[in-house]
């Protein structure tokens, strides 16, 4: 296992590996990082911060143990002092300890989960997928922009690992339980709790 250092950035939200999240930075920590991250084409990590009895779930972290490292893919620096930024996530990271810069920025010593494989959807779950396609198609008709939307094409219905994440950050649920979600190593079993959730 290889563990290597990672600038850390701790939000109240689940990013999943190909989840898009849309950010505003404007602490001077993370514009450092992000101009940082910009400057050298390097990527960070997004944990969730979770109640503080739960928060590392085992490890004993301010943060969850679970993250995904996160590559920007566009940003804009018109002003000094404001950068927004679009990220997609690339895999999830485990965080195995940390230390904290002057500034307050949080470097992490973490390793990286391999990604789930491409599974093909079973069929008593293919409704799940159909429920998710009824949904994207349905968030411009209630005012959402693509932009505003955390999903990029192409769209892989036909795929349990991304019809479940997708799942993860699009599902009304506390936080805690979308964390838990996100750390399941099984597609198919993460698929099976999100198909008990919506039904």
Known sequence: ??????????????????????LRIFEPRYLDMTKACLRENTSFGIVAVLPEKK?????????????????????????EDL???SCQGSNRIKVNGFTVQEDGLIIGEVSNINNDLQIPIPDDLKKVSENLKRLIESLPEQGISERDIPI???YEYEDATWVSNRWVELLDIPLIDKQRLMQIDSPIVRLEL???AIN
């Open 1 to 22: 296992m290889i563990f290597y250092n990672l600038p850390l950035f701790p939000l109240n939200v689940v990013v999943c590996p190909k989840g898009i999240m849309n």
């Open 55 to 79: 928060a590392g779930m085992t490890d004993h972290l301010p943060f969850a143990s679970v993250g995904t490292l996160v590559d920007i893919l566009d940003a804009n620096v018109s002003k």
């Open 83 to 85: 950068i927004m930024i």
């Open 152 to 154: 990029m094409k192409p």
């Open 194 to 196: 999100i198909n008990d």
